[in-house]
């Protein structure tokens, strides 16, 4: 099945700093999804995007398909952005759940 | 229009007995997922059914653990003769095709076996 590597695994900024974090897949996928799971440990989708780039507020993400990886952008960091950020794609051979990386831990200090 | 909803948000059980999580996809979702997310090895798929039928259980422990998505009602994970090892977030997500669709998270059912 698909392998997904995401970097940094960990990251501790100041309040106001941006943010790039990257997701590498080991194979083509039709199907990416970022998310953030919140200090309670619920998981908030982010972002669904197989290709191009989409943005939302503050946070934004780009995959580019054809290099195998996906880069999650987050400007001027609060607090409240702290948690764990997972990208995620299809597990592959023909499967629908999704493989999951090992996640970003970022925390915002104030 | 409601989320993926799951009940109980948390679960505590001793050894040896039965855990049952529940999930109800949002609004016209027909297809289900489950994961477990343990603290050493992160999320995993588990099983993914539609109405009625499994599609896939690749992620499923072979024992005590069974899964179900009737025609009416929620999709059902049961975890028979629950051990220490089955303590875990257990998420359910939805989407409203098979392929390449996004899903959607409900908020977890965390078990805690004592």
Same mark, same amino acid.
């Given at each position: 099945g698909?392998? =997904? ?7 501790i900024l100041?309040e106001?700093a941006?943010?790039t974090?990257?997701c590498?897949?080991?194979?083509? =996928?039709n ?6 799971q919140?200090?309670?440990?619920q ?6 995007i197989?290709s191009g780039?989409k943005q939302?507020g503050?946070?934004?993400a780009?995959?580019v ?7 999650l952008y987050?400007s001027?960091s ?5 948690? =764990?950020?997972?990208?995620a794609?299809p597990?592959?051979?023909?499967a629908?759940g999704l ?10 200090q104030? | 229009?409601a ?5 109980p ?10 855990a ?5 996809p949002? &609004?016209?979702?027909s297809h289900?997922y489950w @994961?477990?997310q ?5 999320l995993k798929f588990m099983? @993914?059914?539609? &109405?009625?039928?499994?599609?896939d259980?690749s ?5 005590r ?5 009737? &025609?009416?009602?929620?999709s059902?994970l049961r975890?028979?003769q629950?051990?220490r090892g089955?303590?875990?977030? @257990?998420?359910c997500?939805?989407?409203?095709a ?8 409900g ?5 805690t076996?004592?």
């Amino acid at each position: 099945g698909i392998q =997904v590597e995401q970097s940094p695994p960990d990251l501790i900024l100041q309040e106001g700093a941006n943010s790039t974090l990257r997701c590498n897949f080991s194979d083509s =996928v039709n199907n990416l999804q970022w998310f953030h799971q919140n200090p309670w440990g619920q998981l908030i989708n982010l972002f669904y995007i197989p290709s191009g780039t989409k943005q939302n507020g503050r946070l934004s993400a780009t995959t580019v398909a054809t290099e195998r990886y996906s880069l999650l952008y987050i400007s001027s960091s609060q607090t409240t952005d702290s948690g =764990v950020y997972f990208c995620a794609g299809p597990s592959g051979g023909g499967a629908d759940g999704l493989t999951f990386g090992k996640g970003t831990h970022l925390i915002i200090q104030p | 229009n409601a989320g993926v909803m799951q009940n109980p948000r948390h679960l505590v059980r001793r050894r040896g007995q039965e855990a049952r999580l529940r999930c109800s996809p949002m &609004k016209g979702h027909s297809h289900v997922y489950w @994961y477990r997310q343990l603290p050493e090895e992160g999320l995993k798929f588990m099983v @993914y059914l539609q &109405k009625e039928n499994i599609i896939d259980e690749s992620g499923m422990p072979k024992e005590r653990f069974s899964a179900e998505f009737p &025609k009416e009602g929620p999709s059902i994970l049961r975890i028979q003769q629950v051990v220490r090892g089955d303590s875990a977030a @257990y998420f359910c997500a939805s989407s409203p095709a098979a392929g390449s669709y996004e899903q959607y998270f409900g908020p977890g059912t965390r078990l805690t076996v004592t």
